[in-house]
């Protein structure tokens, strides 16, 4: 079937699989101020009206630590530890994030590209995404 994501309005879900999704965000039409995730009024200068915009896909990692615990919706998987992070992306939000590799595969300051990892398959027979932030050369 497809691709759906675990929760709408957060990031696309590009039909093509080579595309990259993008973070659904908002930017200030007064002071020009991103924002993650979308917003009505800015938190930079009140304005109200954010418009949509697309995110990203690439980020810096600020800061990242690796936890382990399962991932919520993963309780009965093999792997239960997995890295969350604190990425600066291009257009000046900065998300916090899942992320994609081991504990030595991370770096502050190191490029990151949003990409999905699939948690179940629905009744319909797609699978159901979140994203995650994956260092963007892998060795």
């Not at 675990?6 to 200030?28: K, W």
């Not at 992306?89 to 899942?98: D, M, T």
Request: glycine share 10%.
């Amino acid at each position: 079937m497809g691709r759906v994501a675990i929760e709408p309005g957060y990031f696309t879900v590009p039909d093509d699989p080579a595309e990259p999704p993008r973070l659904l965000g908002s930017r200030c039409p007064a002071c020009g101020e991103h924002f993650f995730p979308r917003r009505h009024v800015c938190a930079k200068c009140l304005t109200e009206g954010c418009d949509d915009v697309e995110l990203g896909p690439t980020g810096t990692l600020w800061t990242w630590t690796y936890v382990h615990v399962p991932l919520f919706a993963k309780k009965d998987a093999k792997v239960t530890a997995y890295g969350v992070g604190q990425v600066d992306l291009p257009e000046g939000p900065r998300v916090q994030a899942l992320l994609l590799g081991g504990p030595d595969d991370f770096e502050i300051g190191m490029d990151l590209v949003l990409d999905f990892e699939t948690l179940r398959t629905d009744e319909d027979g797609n699978e159901v995404v979140i994203m995650r932030f994956a260092p963007a050369s892998q060795p």
